[in-house]
């Protein structure tokens, strides 16, 4: 069974900048996430989508991220524009539905110069 | 105060020791409580999954849960260098469909040849 894609796995950009991330999930699993990992720090939830519904993106700056699952299945996260506490790494994972075990990818590493 | 505590150690030991894992957390309607172990540039890898209290049991690795005391811990035993990872602990509500997971800061382990 192939895992969580993510891509790109580094990103180095300037502050004010726009990016974007994205994930295909493990096939089948309806709920995928969006989480961001600061150094030194466990994941924090940005956004779940239940297929291509959001269930919760209350901790998602809204001003400056937005995300987006057309279709119930790839995603992508976007940053813009980006400020330099951006930089983190930025998770996906998928579940079989919303009360099943994650599975992550490895992430996108961004850099926020 | 952190939902999830958790000592970020560095926590280093011999080859060949049992190993103990802790985390504390203040929400008491946490259901579900899961390990997760990353190597460096990767993303978290599900280990254990456990519902309410309880010991689980999986090769080397066991996960205890002892929810009157909001504790959890997981155990290594005969630890090799491969074990040498990030460890977080992770656990949710799983209200509905809800599935964030609030993660612990994690703790990094280094098993010396």
């Known amino acids: 069974e192939a895992g969580v894609a993510q891509s790109p796995r580094y990103k180095i950009i300037e502050k004010r900048q726009s990016v974007a991330f994205w994930c295909n999930p493990i096939?089948?699993?309806?709920?995928l996430y969006w989480y961001q990992q600061i150094l030194g720090q466990g994941p924090k939830l940005l956004i779940q989508f239940q297929n291509n519904g959001v269930v919760d993106d209350s901790q998602l700056p809204k001003d400056r991220f937005s995300a987006e699952r057309l279709k119930g299945v790839d995603s992508t996260l976007k940053i813009q524009p980006a400020k330099l506490e951006d930089s983190a790494v930025y998770l996906c994972?998928?579940?079989?539905?919303?009360?099943?075990?994650?599975?992550f990818g490895d992430g996108t590493r961004l850099s926020i110069l | 105060q952190k939902e999830v505590e958790q000592d970020p150690g560095p926590l280093s030991v011999p080859e060949g020791a049992i190993v103990s894992l802790n985390c504390t957390y203040s929400n008491s309607a946490f259901q579900y409580f899961m390990w997760y172990r990353q190597y460096s540039r990767k993303g978290p890898e599900l280990l254990m999954y456990t519902y309410s209290s309880g010991n689980k049991e999986d090769g080397r690795f066991t996960a205890q849960v002892d929810k009157s005391s909001k504790y959890i811990s997981l155990f290594i035993r005969d630890s090799q260098p491969s074990d040498s990872a990030t460890y977080l602990c992770?656990?949710?509500?799983?209200?509905?469909?809800?599935?964030?997971?609030?993660f612990g800061q994690g703790t990094t382990l280094q098993v010396k040849p």
């Open positions: 992770a656990m949710s509500e799983w209200s509905g469909n809800t599935g964030k997971l609030i």
């Open positions: 096939s089948g699993h309806a709920t």
């Open positions: 994972a998928s579940s079989f539905e919303g009360n099943q075990p994650q599975h």
